[in-house]
């Protein structure tokens, strides 16, 4: 951050996520204390890389075996601000919306072999960001 001269402006030169909160000016004297009004910064970023997790919390890697008639739960995590919308994409191509990145299995059977993706979208940021996964049944 820099000051300037006389002291009456604020900078940031480099804005960074660290930086969102209330910002205040404060100025005082021997004889009175004045504050302006609090303004709050809000620092928008990403979706970063995404990590698919088991719901044992485990990262599930490229491949995840799935015993067939189990239940499984993927999580998909990327830091974002504001909260991302995630979309699952099936190995058929059909798609699954979420406010959440879990994706969970019921019954898992052949049918679900195969390549699922999860697509993270900020709304503020206008990025998006991939992971994928490959499930084989057992």
């Known amino acids: 951050m820099q000051l300037s001269t006389d002291g009456k402006t604020i900078t940031i030169l480099t804005v960074q996520r660290e930086d969102s909160g209330t910002y205040q000016c404060e100025a005082w004297d021997a004889l009175e204390f004045q504050s302006s009004d609090a303004i709050f910064l809000e620092v928008n970023y990403g979706p970063d890389l995404i990590e698919i997790k088991l719901d044992s919390g485990i990262p599930s890697g490229e491949v995840v075996e799935v015993l067939e008639g189990s239940t499984v739960n993927f999580q998909a995590e990327a830091q974002s601000h504001p909260d991302p919308t995630y979309s699952w994409?099936?190995?058929?191509?059909?798609?699954?919306?979420?406010?959440?990145?879990?994706?969970?299995?019921?019954?898992?059977?052949?049918e679900h072999e195969g390549m699922f993706r999860c697509l993270v979208y900020n709304s503020a940021t206008l990025l998006t960001r991939l992971g994928a996964l490959r499930v084989h049944v057992l």
Request: net charge neutral; glycine share 4%.
């Open 89 to 110: 994409i099936f190995p058929n191509n059909s798609i699954l919306s979420s406010t959440t990145g879990t994706l969970t299995i019921d019954a898992v059977s052949r």
